[in-house]
């Protein structure tokens, strides 16, 4: 990480706190220093002891990575107004496009994936503006990879054309002491799951999954989960995944290792010709709500009640309808693209307008 020496030196006093997790991640998780040279700028969560967890679908690999992130305050708000700007000075480069925003729990610090010149770089930025690449040259790091990606290779005629390697992580997320990965598979039946404990000791090919598509009327297993988070429907850890053209569904996490196959349930449609961005999981006044930003459809707040009874739709939700779980549309937030969660009362959103440059800031969760 690029630091002056003011910050460096804090950074060696505090590594001699035995109480600071950070200094010790490296030795208890296994990280080794060295250099790590990202393909694609892909999903980002973090672990414990700030450990952050980077997708990189181009090179199907997981990676783990000591950020060494302290802070002298927690972070409590973002306003920045011009963040392609900011993005670009960091990189010395222009900023072409963002993969995924996370923010440290601990510090309150926000971690951006990038591409600028055809270069990956992970960008951090705390709530005073102040922005700085990782250097990723000699940092402590562990790494996974998927054991049965696709082929890196363009396949398909006309609009169906593509690499289906850069849909090998779609989205990530750690929870007790898992990392959970959607995206691709090689194969049939392509939609999948996977789970790699951590420490990283092992592949996992995880399970293939089939959902039933109200917009289309037919059940499918080709496309891959788009974001998702995990979340506890009573005793059972479940994933809440979100698709192209707009369903959420339902995945019970404890049968991931344990079959091939399985068949998800559709909880809601929410609207055809859209795509869901991000999502994420808050509480208020005692109950559950997910806040999922959307290509064509704006943010939704999302009900969770009466979830774990839904037995999903099983008809065809016909001429961009919706059905299942209820939903409003948070007006006061426009052109979202990136969420993560600040806090317990606040989110870290990534603003697009059209034409405008990318923005950044704090708002009140809804």
Same mark, same amino acid.
């Given at each position: 990480?690029?630091?002056?020496?003011?910050?460096?030196?804090?950074?060696?006093?505090?590594?001699?706190?035995?109480?600071?997790?950070?200094?010790?991640?490296?030795?208890?998780?296994?990280?080794? *220093?060295?250099?790590?040279?990202?393909?694609?700028?892909?999903?980002?969560?973090?672990?414990?002891?700030?450990?952050?967890?980077?997708?990189?679908?181009?090179?199907?690999?997981?990676?783990?990575?000591?950020?060494?992130?302290?802070?002298?305050?927690?972070?409590?708000?973002?306003?920045?107004? /011009?963040?392609?700007?900011?993005? @670009?000075?960091?990189?010395?480069?222009?900023?072409?496009?963002?993969?995924?925003?996370?923010?440290?729990?601990?510090?309150?610090?926000?971690?951006? @994936?990038?591409?600028?010149?055809?270069?990956? %770089?992970?960008?951090?930025?705390?709530?005073?503006?102040?922005?700085? #690449?990782?250097?990723?040259?000699?940092?402590?790091?562990?790494?996974?990879?998927?054991?049965?990606?696709?082929?890196?290779?363009?396949?398909?005629?006309?609009? *169906?054309?593509?690499?289906?390697?850069?849909?090998?992580?779609? /989205?990530?997320?750690?929870? @007790?002491?898992?990392?959970?990965?959607?995206?691709?598979?090689?194969?049939?039946?392509?939609?999948?799951?996977?789970?790699?404990?951590?420490?990283?000791?092992?592949?996992? %090919?995880?399970?293939?999954?089939?959902?039933?598509?109200?917009?289309?009327?037919?059940?499918? /297993?080709?496309?891959?989960?788009?974001?998702?988070? +995990?979340?506890?429907?009573?005793?059972?850890?479940?994933?809440?995944?979100?698709?192209?053209?707009?369903?959420?569904?339902?995945? +019970?996490?404890?049968?991931?290792?344990?079959?091939?196959?399985?068949?998800?349930?559709?909880?809601?449609?929410?609207?055809? *010709?859209?795509?869901?961005? /991000?999502?994420?999981?808050?509480? #208020?006044?005692?109950?559950?709500?997910?806040?999922?930003?959307? @290509?064509?459809?704006?943010?939704?707040?999302?009900?969770?009640?009466?979830?774990?009874?839904?037995?999903?739709?099983?008809?065809?939700?016909?001429?961009?309808?919706?059905?299942?779980?209820?939903?409003?549309?948070?007006?006061?937030?426009?052109?979202?693209? #990136?969420?993560?969660?600040?806090?317990?009362?606040?989110?870290?959103?990534? #603003?697009?307008?059209?034409?405008?440059?990318? %923005?950044? *800031?704090?708002?009140?969760?809804?």
């Amino acid at each position: 990480m690029i630091r002056s020496i003011t910050i460096l030196s804090a950074v060696l006093t505090l590594c001699l706190t035995p109480i600071d997790e950070t200094c010790e991640a490296a030795e208890l998780y296994g990280l080794q *220093r060295g250099e790590l040279q990202l393909k694609s700028a892909g999903s980002l969560t973090f672990g414990p002891s700030g450990i952050l967890f980077i997708g990189d679908a181009k090179a199907a690999k997981i990676y783990a990575i000591n950020t060494e992130d302290v802070a002298l305050a927690k972070a409590e708000s973002y306003e920045i107004e /011009d963040l392609s700007a900011k993005l @670009s000075g960091a990189v010395n480069a222009s900023a072409e496009s963002i993969g995924d925003l996370a923010v440290n729990p601990v510090t309150g610090n926000a971690f951006i @994936s990038v591409i600028a010149s055809e270069k990956v %770089a992970i960008i951090r930025i705390s709530s005073d503006g102040k922005i700085q #690449q990782l250097d990723l040259s000699n940092i402590a790091h562990s790494s996974v990879s998927l054991p049965n990606a696709p082929e890196d290779k363009e396949v398909g005629e006309g609009r *169906r054309r593509g690499n289906p390697r850069n849909n090998s992580i779609t /989205d990530l997320a750690y929870t @007790s002491g898992r990392v959970l990965v959607a995206g691709l598979a090689a194969g049939e039946s392509p939609s999948s799951v996977r789970e790699f404990d951590f420490p990283f000791n092992e592949n996992n %090919a995880g399970m293939r999954v089939e959902i039933y598509h109200a917009a289309h009327g037919r059940s499918e /297993d080709y496309a891959p989960i788009q974001t998702f988070v +995990p979340f506890n429907l009573g005793e059972e850890p479940t994933l809440l995944a979100g698709y192209v053209c707009t369903p959420l569904v339902k995945i +019970p996490l404890n049968q991931i290792k344990n079959r091939e196959k399985i068949t998800g349930t559709t909880v809601a449609e929410l609207g055809n *010709r859209n795509r869901p961005l /991000d999502m994420l999981v808050y509480q #208020q006044h005692g109950k559950n709500f997910l806040l999922m930003s959307n @290509s064509a459809r704006g943010v939704m707040k999302i009900s969770t009640d009466d979830l774990e009874s839904n037995t999903g739709l099983t008809e065809r939700v016909a001429n961009g309808g919706v059905a299942g779980q209820p939903y409003e549309t948070i007006e006061s937030l426009q052109g979202v693209v #990136q969420l993560a969660k600040l806090g317990d009362h606040h989110a870290l959103v990534i #603003q697009h307008s059209e034409g405008g440059p990318f %923005a950044m *800031r704090s708002v009140e969760l809804p």
